[in-house]
């Protein structure tokens, strides 16, 4: 094989073959065969030329194999892997795998870190005392046997080759690229080891993917691949313009997050229940469960014992008792209307800046900055009531007024599920 003429055959828009695609892996793995510069230098030719469906499922498959696969044999079925391809204010990670785990269904799963505006559900759950988010595989699987569900960050012992070409399509301007994007993600979720994979694909200002039809491409690309690779996969295309919830920021989530599995009702509850019901009707179990155990205790009960089996030092329901940021202050309504917009992408960088977020991999979160957004779109909302409440580490004020939007006459809300695709 020769790189530079696999490299070539990509930039000159030919398909690459199962052995080629599999010659890059195998480099992204370490084989040594390809350099770091080749690598990226393949990864452009991806952008700008694309590939065809039989390309991304090869490319996908490759990667799954490039490392270890967790083998839940012996752990009740269904096994399940919920997935977000990340938006501002998304704890439904926090509320869904206590959910479908006291449904019955086995969740293992591999979170991320934030980086930008989107947070990672690892930063949210190390914001609570004593959260061991690195299990080893070994130990999540364990766990999996005892309570239903476990969750770690990721670990280089799986797809190895999708953690050198993400950190490599990081610093290359190669992260936008439907292929490379839904292999990464299903890559993943395949050597997770699941049987039915459940993605929320956020489509909006506060996500990756910002308009309908690009989350639309995206979603067929995973299922053209899901169908050509035999796995059970079923997306929902979900509403990211505005900031999911209430609480933007680590600790914030956790406590919303707690405040659903304690029967808050609302839209973070009504699309933990949608995503929820889908995956139970994948798994051919009833849908109606969802908010039976969300009703009954029953999924604030296994998550407390999610959160002890992780070593939590507080109850899940405590955590609002724990210390809160420095400084305080609300940021009032100027004029009275209707909430037409609240920018998620503008409350996600707020909030960053906040120190919520990471600007680079490897910057310090502080676990307990972030923003209430108290105003819906659709709400009516009278001058000089308050619409963020920010939560910050220092005195200096942010300036939210350009991320909402007042209008007459009446608007509505936004809708929750904009698309649901799925292999069946
Ligand atoms: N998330 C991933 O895991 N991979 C990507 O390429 C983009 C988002």
């Known amino acids: 094989m020769n790189p530079v003429r696999i490299i070539e055959r990509k930039r000159d828009g030919e398909a690459n073959t199962p052995e080629e695609i599999k010659f890059v892996v195998d480099a992204a793995a370490g084989s040594g065969q390809m350099s770091e510069a080749q690598l990226a230098a393949w990864c452009m030719a991806v952008v700008l030329r694309g590939m065809n469906l039989d390309e991304t499922a090869n490319l996908t498959a490759a990667m799954a194999a490039s490392g270890e696969t967790v083998d839940l044999t012996g752990l009740p079925k269904p096994w399940v892997d919920k ?40 930063d949210k759950l190390e914001s609570v005392p004593g959260f061991r988010t690195a299990l080893s595989i070994e130990e999540m699987i364990s766990q999996a046997k005892d309570i239903g569900l476990a969750l770690t960050s990721q670990t280089p012992r799986l797809t190895p080759a999708d953690g050198t070409l993400y950190a490599l399509r990081d610093v290359t301007g190669t992260v936008r690229s439907i292929p490379l994007i839904a292999s990464s993600v299903l890559s993943k979720k395949i050597a997770g080891g699941a049987d039915i994979i459940s993605i929320d694909l956020k489509c909006g200002s506060g996500a990756f993917m910002e308009t309908l039809p690009e989350a639309r491409e995206l979603a067929e690309t995973m299922i053209g691949i899901a169908t050509r690779l035999g796995l059970k996969l079923g997306i929902e295309i979900t509403e990211m313009d505005q900031p999911l ?23 973070l509850r009504d699309l933990c229940v949608e995503l929820g019901s889908t995956a139970l009707e994948m798994a051919g179990m009833s849908s109606g469960k969802v908010a039976e155990v969300l009703d009954s205790g029953a999924a604030l009960a296994k998550a407390e014992e999610w959160f002890e089996a992780q070593g939590a030092d507080v109850k899940l329901s405590d ?68 619409v963020f409440r920010i939560h910050a580490a220092s005195e200096a004020k942010q300036d939210l007024s ?4 007042f209008v007459e006459p009446e608007t509505p809300a936004l809708p929750l599920i904009l698309g649901q695709l799925s292999t069946e």
């Open 83 to 122: 997935h977000s391809t990340g938006g501002v204010g998304d704890k439904t990670t926090l509320v869904l795998l206590p959910v479908l785990a006291a449904c019955g269904l086995t969740c293992v799963k591999m979170s991320g870190r934030g980086l930008g505006k989107t947070g990672g559900t690892i």
């Open 245 to 267: 919830g209430r609480c933007v920021g680590n600790r914030l989530e956790v406590i919303e997050a707690a405040e659903v599995l304690q029967g808050a009702p609302g839209r």
């Open 319 to 386: 955590v609002k008792d724990l210390p809160k940021a420095q400084f305080f202050y609300e940021i009032s309504a100027p004029q009275s209307g209707w909430v037409k917009r609240v920018d998620a992408g503008m409350v996600g960088e707020a909030a960053v800046d906040l120190g919520a977020g990471r600007r680079a991999k490897g910057d310090n979160v502080d676990p307990l900055v972030g923003i209430e957004v108290l105003a819906q779109v659709g709400d009516r909302i009278e001058a000089g009531q308050p």
């Open 402 to 405: 350009r991320a909402i939007e």
